[in-house]
Each structure stands twice: as C-alpha cells, then as structure tokens.
C-alpha cells in the first residue's frame, strides 16, 4: 500500500545525454598512481608508483600452507604377566592413533582472474585487433576481460549516449563491445565495461566530435562548464581535464554514459574508473560548485584545500555518483556486475583500521571511501589498483597490506586485487597474483598492452611479453595454473532509489528508511535530489524525506522507483497522509 502527501509531483528523471570526450595519448590505465614516463629503449626504469623508502627488501615469500601436525604417537602397553607356563597368551587391545581432522578452506572471497584492456594503443580498434585479443586471453587462461569502453567521453562503441572515439586508426563502422563480447561469451569469458567516469577531455588528442563534451560543456563553455577546477580556474592535470561530481548536470551525463552501456550491450557489468577527483586536493572550485557547497552547508567564503568540512563534502558527492550508478545500472539489469577500480595510495592500514585508512591519501586527496561503498552495496566488486613494485622499498608489503585491509572491510562485496603487470617483470608479477589469490582475493592484471616491464619499456613485443607472463602465471602453484570459473550473481540484486523536487536547494537533505517502526538506513540527497538505498531487506519499507513519506515495496529483486516528492521550504512540512 502506498502512502503519499497531499502533495505529490511525478516527474520522471532525466538524464542528460552529452557528447563524449577526448582521447587520452600515451599509456594510461586505470591507474590509481601517476605513470611514469615510457622509458626510452635504452632501458631507463619507470619512476615508483608509490613513493619509495630507501630500503629494498627482498621479494615476499609466497604464502605456504599450514603444515599438517603429525599423528600422536601412542605408548606400547606393557606386557601382560603370566601366571604360568601353561596359561593362555593374555590378548592386547589395539589403540588406533587419532586421526587428525582436514584443514577446512574457506571459501574464496572472489574467483575473478581477469585482465585489463585498454584503448590507448592496438587492442580494440580493429577487428583483428580484437580477436587477438580474446584468442590471447583465452590461452593464458583468464576468466573475465576488462575492457575500456568509455576513455575520456568516447566510446569504443557505437551506441552509447557518448560518441565513438575519433581515432585515425579506428576502423570505420565498427563496433569493438559488440565483437569482444560475442566473441569473449563463446569462449566462456565475461566482459566487463570499463568506464573512465570523469574523464572529460585529453587536449592533447581531442575527439573531434561536434558532439562530444568537451565541446559542449569543456573549458570555454563559461557558465555550462562543466570541468573540475583549482581555486586559480585551471583545469588541466597533465594533458587531462576531469568533470566535477558535485555540478549535477556532469553527474546526469556521467551516470548516463555508464547505464547506456548496459542498456544497450550484453556485457556482464561496469567498472568505474577515474571515479574520485584529480591528485591534490585542490579541485572542485568550479563556482558552481562552491555555489552548491555554500548553500548546502551554511559556510561563507571559499574554502582550503585542506579544510575538512569541504573534503567531506566532496567526498559524499563521488559516493553519491557511486550510488546512483550503480542504482540505475540494476534497474536495467539486476544481475550486472557494479565494480569500481580503487585507488590504494601509500602504507596500507591495519585490517579493519577505518580511522587510519580515513588519513590516508585515498580518503583525503581523491575522496574515495570505497570501504562505505562496500559497505552500502554500491559495489559488487572492488578491484584494488594495487600497483606496487616488490623490488622498491616496502612496495611488496603495501601491495599484500592494502589487500588484507580491503578483505577486512568488505561486507558483502567481493575483493580483487589489481597487480600493474607493466611495472614488473613476469617473476614478480606471478608472485603477486600468487599471494593475491592464496587470501581468497580474486586478481587482475594491468594490461594486455603492456603485460611486462620490458614491453612498456619497448624492449620486447607484446607478443613476447604475454608469452612470458602466461608460463610464469601457469607454472606449477601460479594463480593461472588451473581454470577458475567466476560465473556467480553479485551480491546486490535490488534496491530503492527516489527523488526530491520543488526546492532550490536539493542537495545535503536527509532521507531515512523505515522497516517494522525501525530506522533501518540513512542517507542524503546528491545535487539533483536523488537518493538510494541498495542494502534493504526485501519487503514493506516507509522512505521519510523533507516532511515527505512514501510507503512502497521492495523486491526481491530489482529496483522500485518512488515517484518524485515534492518538497517546499516556505511552509511547514505537511503531515504524512493517504493509505498504508
């Protein structure tokens, strides 16, 4: 039974459609840390992801299993006596020595073996291209591909709501998700989307679509910009410029060119890269933004880099836009994976350490708060970008550090940990993957591109380099010795999403969700007045927003839509009414 107020306002959501962005030139991946410059052939080594401690301990061992304790050994019983010559032999009884019982293996946490597939060079752009690719990851024997869809608001696609890549070498009227995911599904591979969810333009190579977004809303859009800034108005990283979370019209367009792909395309799931802000802190200054952030929380000025109070801010707009993608992707299609690629900066915390990961570089510069995300089920997945280099310093430790960390705070989520194929030689990356999956994690490798050191630093070929990598993960003991199956469903198979209109201002409001006269969940509002909840019990639920009440149902599976709540602030809020 539905309850509505006096006031009710149906309005459907709109999700902007823009164009897309520009291509990004060089090697880049999901990358959670900067990439160091492609060396030159002469072999310069690649700069450390993280930084570096003097000291170079040795490569971790791999993990070992238990040994086996031995049996006890039972004391011989002493001889019976004998009363005399012609007395029967007394018989001894047989004690049989306990046996000890099996080692119980828990199960996996994930069984993910997967690998990434950029479209920064060869590998999507061309029929043959992409049958190569599949052959390839078919014999070194991964489960799951990774594959770039969205790259900076261009798509290796044609229908996306962004528009395709614009790439000289891009063969004309094809579509690479289309092939990749056919192709991939007959050899038993799933095909996961990967988004670059704020990428907005490369000016160094530009898509030249007159519909892309950086054309529409890029640098020199004045007032319908829609770029993240410093508090100087710049916009560039490098040669990269990011969309801001917190302007809702470039959350419309992002949350968008993500759903498309699942609206429109057979592939298992979505990751979400480039999910956070620029490295540094100092973004978001858009006036937009600051315009938001003032009226939603009361505070005069501009704010620091460094102020609290505006980090938290910014950080709940990027677990907003988590939530809302990964609410409209399961209205498409509750069996699609949600799977984000995270950032795992420096030292590691402790396992279940939240207050030390909250100082860390990946909760106060970017604005991740992936362990929320688990947490909450935005995330069906988390696939760490845990590139490290066990040659440099305490990188090693780190790489096995941010892994036990992620597995601790999981909640319902699966875990994978991402090894940067790229920064290391086959040795070391196979013992990465080893140790990875010997905690139950699942693992990916960064990239089919640049599957080692000496390929990135064009001392071998591709085809080289995936030949080595493939005996050293298939050895005896290696994480690719065998073929694993990931075929399950993901843990998050339903939800509740909702809206509020009719105020100036949408964001920051407090919603709550009732079960059986319990507060069983909270959240707030994003800029546009959505609001979600992905972890409720299936069953009645009451949603309490701005005066506002709606009774509804949630399914078992699937997503429930309320409809738009209207809600004034120039008059008390009006009392719930209507029919339970």
Same mark, same amino acid.
């Given at each position: 039974?539905?309850? &509505? ?16 962005? &520009? ?85 996996? @946490? ?90 907005? *333009? ?34 560039? !990283? ?36 480039? @999910? ?51 609410? !409209? +992707? ?12 995270? @950032? ?28 929320? $995300? ?23 430790? $780190? ?9 601790? *705070?999981?909640?319902?989520?699966? +875990? ?22 010997? %905690? ?6 960064? #990239? ?8 990135? =630093?064009?001392?071998? #070929? ?6 080595? @990598?493939?005996?050293?993960? %298939? ?10 199956? $990931? ?15 009719? %105020? #100036?201002?949408? =964001? ?36 309490? *927003? ?9 399914? !078992? ?24």
């Amino acid at each position: 039974m539905k309850t &509505l107020s006096p006031v009710r306002l149906a309005l459907p959501l709109t999700l902007l459609l823009a164009g897309a962005v &520009l291509p990004v030139a060089g090697a880049t991946a999901p990358t959670p840390e900067p990439l160091p410059p492609v060396p030159a052939p002469v072999v310069p080594a690649p700069a450390p992801v993280d930084p570096a401690p003097p000291a170079t301990p040795a490569e971790p061992a791999p993990v070992q299993p238990a040994p086996v304790p031995p049996a006890p050994v039972v004391p011989a019983l002493p001889a019976a006596p004998v009363a005399s010559p012609l007395a029967p032999p007394v018989s001894v009884p047989v004690v049989p020595a306990p046996v000890p019982p099996a080692p119980t293996q828990p199960a996996p @946490i994930s069984t993910v073996r997967g690998l990434w597939v950029d479209a920064f060079g060869p590998g999507l752009k061309t029929r043959q291209q992409v049958a190569q690719v599949v052959e390839d990851a078919a014999r070194l024997g991964v489960n799951t591909l990774f594959v770039q869809a969205v790259r900076r608001g261009d798509c290796l696609c044609l229908r996306a709501s962004v528009p395709p890549i614009t790439d000289k070498d891009f063969e004309k009227n094809f579509d690479p998700l289309t092939i990749v995911t056919r192709l991939a599904h007959a050899r038993g591979m799933r095909v996961i989307a990967w988004v670059s969810v704020t990428g907005g *333009v490369n000016a160094r190579v530009p898509n030249t679509s007159p519909r892309h977004v950086s054309r529409l809303h890029g640098p020199t859009a004045g007032a319908n910009s829609w770029m993240s800034r410093r508090p100087d108005g710049s916009w560039q !990283e490098g040669g990269d410029g990011w969309l801001d979370p917190a302007i809702p019209a470039a959350a419309d367009h992002m949350v968008e060119s993500v759903v498309s792909l699942v609206r429109n395309y057979p592939v298992d799931g979505v990751q979400l890269d480039r @999910i956070r802000y620029p490295d540094g802190g100092a973004w978001g200054y858009d006036p937009k933004t600051l315009a938001r952030y003032r009226a939603e929380t009361g505070t005069k000025g501009t704010p620091a880099a460094s102020d609290p109070r505006w980090q938290a801010w910014k950080r709940e707009q990027v677990t907003a836009l988590v939530r809302r993608v990964s609410l !409209e +992707v399961k209205a498409v299609r509750p069996t699609a994976w949600v799977t984000a690629a995270t @950032i795992t900066y420096g030292a590691p915390p402790a396992p279940g350490d939240l207050a030390a990961f909250r100082k860390s570089r990946t909760y106060t510069d970017v604005l991740q708060d992936w362990p929320t $995300w688990m947490r909450e089920g935005y995330l069906d997945l988390n696939v760490l970008m845990n590139y490290k280099r066990d040659t440099v310093g305490e990188q090693g430790e $780190w790489l096995d550090g941010w892994n036990a960390f992620a597995a601790s *705070v999981r909640g319902r989520a699966e +875990v994978a940990g991402g090894t940067a194929l790229y920064l290391n030689t086959p040795a070391v990356t196979a013992s990465q993957a080893r140790r990875t999956v010997a %905690t139950g994690l699942g693992w990916v490798g960064y #990239s089919y591109r640049t599957p080692t050191l000496d390929v990135y =630093g064009t001392r071998q #070929s591709t085809g080289q380099g995936l030949e080595a @990598i493939r005996a050293a993960l %298939t050895a005896p003991g290696g994480a690719l010795a065998g073929r694993v199956d $990931w075929q399950v469903k993901p843990p998050t198979l339903r939800g509740l999403s909702g809206r509020i209109v009719g %105020t #100036s201002v949408l =964001g920051g409001r407090a919603v709550e969700a009732v079960q059986g006269a319990k507060v069983v969940a909270r959240t707030t509002t994003d800029g546009g007045g959505h609001y979600g909840f992905l972890t409720l019990p299936a069953g009645p639920v009451e949603v309490r *927003v701005g005066g506002q009440r709606w009774a509804e149902a949630v399914p !078992e599976v699937g997503v429930v839509r309320l409809p738009d709540l209207l809600v004034r602030d120039s008059v008390a809020a009006p009392a719930a009414s209507g029919k339970r």
